[in-house]
Protein backbone atom coordinates (compact mmCIF):
# COMPACT_ATOMS: atom_id res chain seq x y z
CA UNK A 1 0.00 0.00 0.00
CA UNK A 2 0.81 3.90 -0.57
CA UNK A 3 2.57 5.53 1.87
CA UNK A 4 1.05 8.93 1.75
CA UNK A 5 -2.26 10.15 1.21
CA UNK A 6 -3.32 13.10 -1.08
CA UNK A 7 -6.35 14.75 -2.19
CA UNK A 8 -8.42 13.39 -5.21
CA UNK A 9 -8.89 16.25 -6.95
CA UNK A 10 -8.12 19.93 -6.92
CA UNK A 11 -8.36 23.07 -9.43
CA UNK A 12 -6.29 26.39 -9.72
CA UNK A 13 -6.84 28.81 -11.99
CA UNK A 14 -4.10 29.49 -14.92
CA UNK A 15 -1.19 31.58 -13.97
CA UNK A 16 -1.88 31.27 -10.13
CA UNK A 17 0.33 29.10 -8.25
CA UNK A 18 -0.85 25.66 -7.46
CA UNK A 19 -0.03 24.16 -3.76
CA UNK A 20 -0.45 20.10 -4.00
CA UNK A 21 -0.51 18.43 -0.61
CA UNK A 22 0.84 15.59 0.28
CA UNK A 23 0.87 13.23 4.21
CA UNK A 24 3.14 11.01 4.87
CA UNK A 25 3.12 10.45 8.54
CA UNK A 26 4.70 7.64 8.87
CA UNK A 27 7.90 8.63 6.31
CA UNK A 28 11.49 6.95 7.51
CA UNK A 29 14.55 9.12 8.24
CA UNK A 30 15.93 7.50 5.41
CA UNK A 31 12.87 7.71 2.71
CA UNK A 32 12.87 10.72 0.29
CA UNK A 33 9.65 12.11 -1.43
CA UNK A 34 9.31 11.47 -4.65
CA UNK A 35 7.06 13.91 -6.97
CA UNK A 36 5.81 12.52 -10.63
CA UNK A 37 2.74 13.81 -12.47
CA UNK A 38 0.98 11.73 -15.53
CA UNK A 39 -0.51 13.51 -18.46
CA UNK A 40 -3.23 11.63 -19.84
CA UNK A 41 -2.54 8.22 -21.13
CA UNK A 42 0.99 9.12 -20.88
CA UNK A 43 3.95 7.74 -18.80
CA UNK A 44 4.80 9.17 -15.44
CA UNK A 45 6.78 12.14 -15.65
CA UNK A 46 9.34 12.96 -12.82
CA UNK A 47 8.93 16.25 -11.32
CA UNK A 48 11.21 16.43 -8.05
CA UNK A 49 12.54 14.71 -5.22
CA UNK A 50 13.94 15.52 -1.47
CA UNK A 51 15.13 14.44 1.57
CA UNK A 52 14.88 17.34 4.08
CA UNK A 53 15.49 20.30 2.47
CA UNK A 54 13.28 22.69 0.56
CA UNK A 55 14.16 21.50 -3.32
CA UNK A 56 13.53 23.71 -6.69
CA UNK A 57 14.18 23.07 -10.01
CA UNK A 58 12.86 24.43 -13.55
CA UNK A 59 9.50 22.56 -13.30
CA UNK A 60 8.76 23.37 -9.06
CA UNK A 61 9.27 23.82 -5.66
CA UNK A 62 9.26 20.86 -3.01
CA UNK A 63 8.69 22.04 0.30
CA UNK A 64 9.16 19.58 3.56
CA UNK A 65 7.88 20.44 7.06
CA UNK A 66 10.52 19.82 9.26
CA UNK A 67 8.85 16.92 11.16
CA UNK A 68 8.80 15.73 7.36
CA UNK A 69 5.37 14.41 8.08
CA UNK A 70 4.23 16.46 4.93
CA UNK A 71 5.16 18.08 1.86
CA UNK A 72 4.03 20.32 -0.76
CA UNK A 73 4.30 20.58 -4.37
CA UNK A 74 4.31 23.92 -5.50
CA UNK A 75 3.89 24.67 -9.38
CA UNK A 76 4.68 28.73 -9.58
CA UNK A 77 2.35 29.66 -12.76
CA UNK A 78 0.15 26.76 -13.37
CA UNK A 79 -0.75 26.43 -16.89
CA UNK A 80 -3.81 24.23 -18.96
CA UNK A 81 -0.74 21.74 -20.06
CA UNK A 82 0.05 21.38 -15.98
CA UNK A 83 -3.37 19.59 -16.02
CA UNK A 84 -2.56 15.84 -14.59
CA UNK A 85 -2.34 13.72 -11.97
CA UNK A 86 0.32 14.11 -9.42
CA UNK A 87 1.85 11.18 -7.75
CA UNK A 88 3.64 11.50 -3.89
CA UNK A 89 5.64 8.71 -3.67
CA UNK A 90 8.36 8.17 -0.72
CA UNK A 91 11.41 5.88 -1.06
CA UNK A 92 14.37 5.15 0.25
CA UNK A 93 15.83 4.31 -3.32
CA UNK A 94 13.60 5.91 -5.67
CA UNK A 95 16.33 4.46 -8.69
CA UNK A 96 16.82 0.96 -7.16
CA UNK A 97 14.05 0.42 -5.79
CA UNK A 98 10.53 0.01 -6.43
CA UNK A 99 8.20 2.85 -6.74
CA UNK A 100 4.71 2.50 -5.30
CA UNK A 101 2.20 4.74 -6.54
CA UNK A 102 -1.30 5.45 -4.58
CA UNK A 103 -4.11 6.88 -6.65
CA UNK A 104 -2.45 10.44 -6.84
CA UNK A 105 -4.26 13.82 -7.03
CA UNK A 106 -6.11 15.03 -10.02
CA UNK A 107 -5.33 18.88 -10.75
CA UNK A 108 -7.11 20.65 -13.28
CA UNK A 109 -6.00 23.98 -14.71
CA UNK A 110 -8.97 25.96 -15.77
CA UNK A 111 -8.67 28.70 -18.10
CA UNK B 1 18.69 13.53 -25.28
CA UNK B 2 16.26 10.45 -26.32
CA UNK B 3 14.34 9.03 -23.18
CA UNK B 4 12.88 5.64 -22.41
CA UNK B 5 11.92 4.02 -25.44
CA UNK B 6 9.20 1.39 -25.70
CA UNK B 7 7.26 -1.01 -28.17
CA UNK B 8 4.35 -1.46 -29.47
CA UNK B 9 2.74 1.55 -28.38
CA UNK B 10 -0.63 -0.97 -28.73
CA UNK B 11 -1.73 -3.97 -28.93
CA UNK B 12 -4.76 -6.23 -29.47
CA UNK B 13 -4.84 -9.98 -28.31
CA UNK B 14 -7.14 -12.38 -27.36
CA UNK B 15 -7.13 -14.59 -24.16
CA UNK B 16 -4.97 -17.74 -23.84
CA UNK B 17 -2.37 -15.88 -26.24
CA UNK B 18 1.30 -14.13 -24.82
CA UNK B 19 2.78 -11.30 -25.40
CA UNK B 20 6.45 -9.63 -25.47
CA UNK B 21 6.94 -6.37 -24.55
CA UNK B 22 10.02 -4.07 -25.30
CA UNK B 23 12.06 -1.42 -23.55
CA UNK B 24 14.54 0.42 -24.57
CA UNK B 25 16.42 2.18 -21.56
CA UNK B 26 18.32 6.10 -21.26
CA UNK B 27 21.45 5.28 -23.01
CA UNK B 28 23.82 4.94 -19.67
CA UNK B 29 21.03 3.94 -17.69
CA UNK B 30 21.38 0.04 -16.36
CA UNK B 31 18.43 -0.45 -14.60
CA UNK B 32 14.95 -1.17 -15.75
CA UNK B 33 11.66 -1.53 -13.78
CA UNK B 34 8.08 -2.53 -15.14
CA UNK B 35 5.18 -1.37 -14.33
CA UNK B 36 1.31 -2.10 -14.59
CA UNK B 37 -1.38 0.74 -14.95
CA UNK B 38 -5.20 -0.71 -15.28
CA UNK B 39 -7.46 1.91 -15.38
CA UNK B 40 -8.30 4.64 -13.14
CA UNK B 41 -5.34 3.06 -10.52
CA UNK B 42 -1.59 3.93 -10.20
CA UNK B 43 0.96 2.00 -11.88
CA UNK B 44 1.41 -1.18 -10.58
CA UNK B 45 5.06 -2.54 -9.81
CA UNK B 46 6.24 -5.62 -12.01
CA UNK B 47 10.08 -6.65 -11.95
CA UNK B 48 13.19 -4.71 -11.70
CA UNK B 49 16.01 -5.63 -13.22
CA UNK B 50 19.71 -4.52 -12.91
CA UNK B 51 22.66 -5.20 -14.88
CA UNK B 52 20.69 -8.28 -16.03
CA UNK B 53 19.64 -9.44 -12.83
CA UNK B 54 16.26 -9.38 -11.32
CA UNK B 55 16.18 -7.58 -8.06
CA UNK B 56 12.59 -7.09 -7.34
CA UNK B 57 9.35 -9.00 -8.26
CA UNK B 58 6.04 -7.71 -7.79
CA UNK B 59 2.59 -9.62 -6.83
CA UNK B 60 2.23 -11.13 -9.96
CA UNK B 61 1.70 -14.18 -11.32
CA UNK B 62 4.36 -16.69 -12.96
CA UNK B 63 2.62 -15.55 -16.22
CA UNK B 64 4.23 -12.56 -16.03
CA UNK B 65 8.31 -12.96 -16.74
CA UNK B 66 11.05 -10.54 -17.74
CA UNK B 67 14.51 -10.23 -18.74
CA UNK B 68 17.58 -7.71 -19.45
CA UNK B 69 20.01 -7.97 -22.32
CA UNK B 70 23.45 -6.92 -22.41
CA UNK B 71 22.78 -3.93 -23.83
CA UNK B 72 20.39 -3.26 -20.76
CA UNK B 73 17.03 -3.17 -22.84
CA UNK B 74 14.33 -5.57 -21.57
CA UNK B 75 11.21 -7.43 -22.57
CA UNK B 76 8.50 -8.35 -20.53
CA UNK B 77 6.70 -11.48 -21.40
CA UNK B 78 2.89 -12.63 -20.91
CA UNK B 79 1.69 -15.81 -21.00
CA UNK B 80 -1.98 -17.37 -21.06
CA UNK B 81 -3.66 -13.96 -21.49
CA UNK B 82 -6.71 -12.76 -19.49
CA UNK B 83 -9.23 -10.23 -19.53
CA UNK B 84 -7.88 -8.51 -16.94
CA UNK B 85 -4.61 -8.23 -18.04
CA UNK B 86 -5.87 -5.21 -20.09
CA UNK B 87 -3.58 -2.09 -19.02
CA UNK B 88 -1.07 0.19 -20.00
CA UNK B 89 2.84 -1.38 -19.39
CA UNK B 90 5.10 1.02 -18.10
CA UNK B 91 9.22 0.68 -18.45
CA UNK B 92 11.43 2.90 -16.21
CA UNK B 93 14.84 3.02 -16.27
CA UNK B 94 17.01 4.60 -13.51
CA UNK B 95 20.10 6.47 -12.42
CA UNK B 96 20.88 7.06 -9.07
CA UNK B 97 17.85 8.18 -7.24
CA UNK B 98 15.61 8.69 -10.24
CA UNK B 99 13.33 6.12 -12.42
CA UNK B 100 12.32 7.93 -15.06
CA UNK B 101 9.44 6.35 -17.07
CA UNK B 102 8.40 5.70 -20.84
CA UNK B 103 5.54 6.35 -22.92
CA UNK B 104 4.08 2.84 -22.37
CA UNK B 105 2.43 -0.10 -24.33
CA UNK B 106 -1.37 -0.12 -23.89
CA UNK B 107 -2.59 -3.76 -24.21
CA UNK B 108 -6.05 -4.45 -24.62
CA UNK B 109 -6.87 -8.37 -24.35
CA UNK B 110 -10.59 -9.56 -25.93
Known amino acids: DAKTTQPPSMDCAEGRAANLPCNHS???????VYWYRQIHSQGPQYIIHGLKNNETNEMASLIITEDRKSSTLILPHATLRDTAVYYCIVSTQGGSEKLVFGKGTKLTVNP | DAGVTQSPTHLIKTRGQHVTLRCSPI?????VSWYQQVLGQGPQFIFQYYEKEERGRGNFPDRFSARQFPNYSSELNVNALLLGDSALYLCASSFLQTQYFGPGTRLLVL
Open chain 1, 26 to 32: TISGNEY
Open chain 2, 27 to 31: SGHKS
